[in-house]
């Protein structure tokens, strides 16, 4: 399983972006997944996950309101959409799978991860 993340960029605060992730192979319809950002000097932290078929969604308060996460299995991606955007979300975004039925919001639930993206939000 790859998965390539994409899309970020320098924005204004206020500014809006939406990261996809392409995963390969064809169990991206099979496993929940998840996004988290990393922010220079600071721990990994999660900010999103979807289930399967994309009916739940959880988010990190940072994110609530703001974020939404989506997913499309026919086309293996996972999106994550990002409004009104600050510069406190400046980081690395990475998507990542998480294995069925671990934990939602712990890192160490997912097996598989991408890249990374960077978001740099300017105010």
């Known amino acids: 399983v790859q998965l390539q993340a994409s899309g970020g960029g320098l924005v204004q605060a206020g500014d809006s972006l939406r990261l996809s992730c392409a995963a390969s192979g064809r169990t991206f319809s099979a496993y929940p997944m998840g996004w988290f950002r990393q922010a220079a000097g600071k721990e990994r932290e999660f900010v999103a996950a979807?289930?399967?078929?994309?009916?739940?969604?959880y988010y990190a308060d940072s994110g609530k309101g703001r974020f939404a996460v989506s997913r499309d299995n026919a086309k293996n991606t996972l999106y994550l959409q990002m409004n009104n955007l600050k510069p406190e979300d400046t980081a690395v975004y990475y998507c990542a799978r998480r294995k069925t039925a671990y934990p939602t919001t712990d890192q160490l639930s997912y097996d598989y991860w991408g890249q990374g993206t960077q978001v740099t939000v300017s105010s």
């Open positions: 979807i289930s399967v078929s994309g009916a739940s969604t």
